[in-house]
């Protein structure tokens, strides 16, 4: 089981910065495929980015103000957003599954059996 919690939510102006970061429990770390979801009310939730076992994939319209990574040894994985926008504003979500997956399947949330409880993020223009 990996248990998931984010922090470095927040508030940032427009054009500004953001570094979530997700810790893990359990043990095989290493394992897991970790990602980035997001979600505002009403919608679904979005992927955003993921890293499995070397291969990262990112939101298409998000990828230039993105870097997703990993450490292992630490059981944490970490998004780096910048030029943050309005519309980047919504509860972030860490997410993980025991096994790998291409940059394309990646993206489907239905993969992911361990979801974090969320952490916001609020950009004002």
């Known amino acids: 089981q990996a248990p998931l919690v984010e922090s470095g939510g927040g508030s940032v102006q427009a054009g500004g910065s953001l570094t979530l970061s997700c810790a893990a429990s359990?043990?095989?770390?290493?394992?897991?495929?970790l990602a980035w979801f997001r979600q505002v009310p009403g919608k679904e939730r979005d992927f955003v980015a993921a890293?499995?076992?070397?291969?990262?994939s990112y939101k298409n319209s998000m990828k230039d103000r993105l870097t997703i990574s990993r450490e292992n040894t630490r059981n944490t994985v970490t998004l780096q957003m910048s030029s943050l926008k309005s519309e980047d504003t919504a509860v972030y979500y860490c997410?993980?599954?025991?096994?790998?997956?291409?940059?394309?399947?990646?993206?489907?949330?239905?993969?992911?059996?361990?979801w974090g409880q969320g952490t916001q993020v609020t950009v004002s223009s």
């Open positions: 997410a993980a599954f025991d096994g790998a997956c291409t940059a394309t399947s990646c993206r489907d949330r239905r993969l992911y059996s361990y």
């Open positions: 890293v499995s076992r070397g291969t990262t």
């Open positions: 359990g043990s095989a770390f290493s394992r897991y495929t």
